[in-house]
């Protein structure tokens, strides 16, 4: 699947589907209003018949609408403005391109990056895109039949207004196809904080090692269910591991485990060492 921005109005964009969100009480985003107006009010009209609520995750698909350019026009919904955060714009944009795959369409232009999200960037908006998109595809590959199936999904666009968040939004893109291949980082975080209860530890050393590697040396034991699961998923996992690394460099240190254990021990006790001595406290063993 492919992503890229797209300095565009909404009403004039060439798509075979754009995406606009509604908030409860039929508020429209600065996107949706756009639409509303080119489409003399047929939006807010089909809002007060009640078949769109605007709660968060529900969706509306409305076809060949008049003054709109695209095939489709997607209203999404994205609850209560006062409560709009990280979950909601997260809840929203995978609603939204689940059932813009289910259409058919092959391509889409999401009108959702330009929606303010409290104490996140432009980038961190572009990266929950394209993580949600990758999820949507993967999880309609896994259940692909031998029967007709949709066209898939080829291209998202993420729609603006101004070249002003262009630049964030494309490293966002970037980072979220970084990740793409590994588990998405907010399901690693809530396993990690399910394991530990919520502690964060000051420092977290990550013996990094090839997953075909790791299978190999426990080959001669017993199984778990983690650890039967095929190699695509351990990848996935380390490197979403990899990207939490990147992320925090102060507090994860990566160190390559496919060494001597002498030489991996001598690293781990610097690692340790060098927190002690930024701290004022004594060495490690």
């Known amino acids: 699947m492919q992503f890229s921005t797209k300095l565009s109005i909404p009403d004039k964009v060439r798509s075979a589907c754009v995406a606009v969100g509604v908030f409860e009480s039929r508020r429209l985003s600065e996107a949706a209003t756009a639409l509303d107006r080119a489409a003399h009010g047929q939006l807010r009209e089909f809002l007060r018949t009640g078949d769109m609520n605007g709660k968060t995750g529900t969706t509306r698909l409305l076809y060949r609408v008049r003054g709109i350019t695209a095939e489709r026009v997607m209203l999404v919904g994205l609850g209560q403005e006062s409560d709009f955060g990280e979950k909601q714009y997260r809840e929203s944009v995978r609603a939204a391109l689940n059932a813009i795959w289910n259409t058919g369409a092959r391509d889409a232009c999401l009108h959702l990056a330009d929606l ?34 949709a066209q898939p999904l080829t291209h998202v666009a993420l729609g603006i207004a101004s070249k002003r968040d262009a630049s964030a939004l494309e490293l966002g893109i970037r980072e979220g196809l970084a990740i793409g291949g590994g588990m998405e980082l907010e399901t690693i975080r809530d396993l990690n904080a399910l394991a530990t209860g919520g502690v964060m530890p000051d420092l977290t050393i990550l013996l990094d090692l090839d997953p075909a590697e790791g299978i190999r040396r426990i080959s001669d034991r017993t199984l778990d269910a983690f650890e039967k699961m095929d190699l695509d998923f351990h990848r996935r996992v380390r490197e979403g591991y990899l990207e939490i690394a990147r992320a925090d460099k102060n507090r994860v240190v990566v160190l390559d485990a496919d060494r001597a254990p002498d030489a991996l021990h001598a690293d781990v006790v610097r690692a340790v060492d060098d927190l002690l001595a930024r701290r004022g406290g004594l060495h490690g063993a």
């Open 116 to 149: 303010k999200v409290p104490e996140r960037d432009p980038a961190w908006k572009a990266r929950q895109i394209v993580l949600a998109a990758t999820e949507v595809a993967y999880r309609f590959d896994r259940m692909k039949s031998k029967k007709a199936e």
